[in-house]
Every structure is written in structure tokens, then in C-alpha cells.
């Protein structure tokens, strides 16, 4: 059973920082790129940052400068540390799992943790 756990949302103040975590289990966490994405109210889903599971990384241009995605692959765990947060910045933040090998993608998500920046 593959699981997906988010952790470290919460409440902030514009300016201040947030470390989020995304634990997994029942996937060969090594081999698969791992995201965030997040979701603000009334929004699609947008990708916020990526690595692969060779460490190559990418951020979206909303957050290049104040995000940074890394990963322990012998925690099989994900980070995305956040700096000089921003309102909107607000979002449900998802963690994903992906790989495609052989034509077949296996795509797995988390449940999501809520990240508030507010005064």
C-alpha cells in the first residue's frame, strides 16, 4: 500500500518560513520524481516544484529565490522549505510520487497539508 503523508502547514506571517515534509512508504522511493504542487481556493492544482530521483530540481517561477525542494532518499522523504512567504502563497500543498517506466505511469498523491500566510 503506498502512502503519502504531508506534514508542516500551518499558520505563518508574511515573511516568515515553513518546512514541509512528505513521508513515504510502500514505493522504491529512489527511483521516482518527487513534487509539491498546491491548490489555493478557487484555483487549479499548479505544480510549485520538482526532483528527480537523480536530485535534479526545478522550482516554478512563483517561488524560484524563496523555495528549495530536496530529498532524503534514505528517509524516503521529501522537503520543501518555504522562505519570505507571501499571502499568495496560501494553499493546500499535495505532495506527489511519479514514475514512468515501460509506458505505465504510477502516480501517487498525498493528502495534502494546509499552509496559511497571514498577518
Known amino acids: 500500500q503506498v502512502q503519502l503523508v504531508e506534514s508542516g502547514g500551518g499558520l505563518v506571517q508574511p515573511g516568515g518560513s515553513l518546512r514541509l515534509s512528505c513521508a513515504t512508504s510502500?514505493?522504491?522511493?529512489?527511483?521516482?520524481?518527487m513534487g509539491w504542487y498546491r491548490q489555493a481556493p478557487g484555483k487549479q492544482r499548479e505544480l510549485v516544484a520538482t526532483?528527480?530521483?537523480?536530485?535534479?530540481?526545478n522550482v516554478a517561477d512563483s517561488v524560484k529565490g524563496r523555495f528549495t525542494i530536496s530529498r532524503d532518499n534514505a528517509k524516503n522523504t521529501v522537503y520543501l522549505q518555504m522562505n519570505s512567504l507571501k499571502p499568495e502563497d496560501t494553499a493546500v500543498y499535495f505532495c506527489?510520487?511519479?514514475?514512468?517506466?515501460?509506458?505505465?505511469?504510477?502516480?501517487?498523491w498525498g493528502q495534502g497539508t494546509q499552509v496559511t500566510v497571514s498577518s
Open positions: 506527489n510520487a511519479n514514475r514512468l517506466a515501460i509506458g505505465v505511469l504510477r502516480d501517487y
Open positions: 510502500g514505493i522504491i522511493f529512489n527511483i521516482y520524481t
Open positions: 526532483i528527480t530521483s537523480g536530485g535534479s530540481a
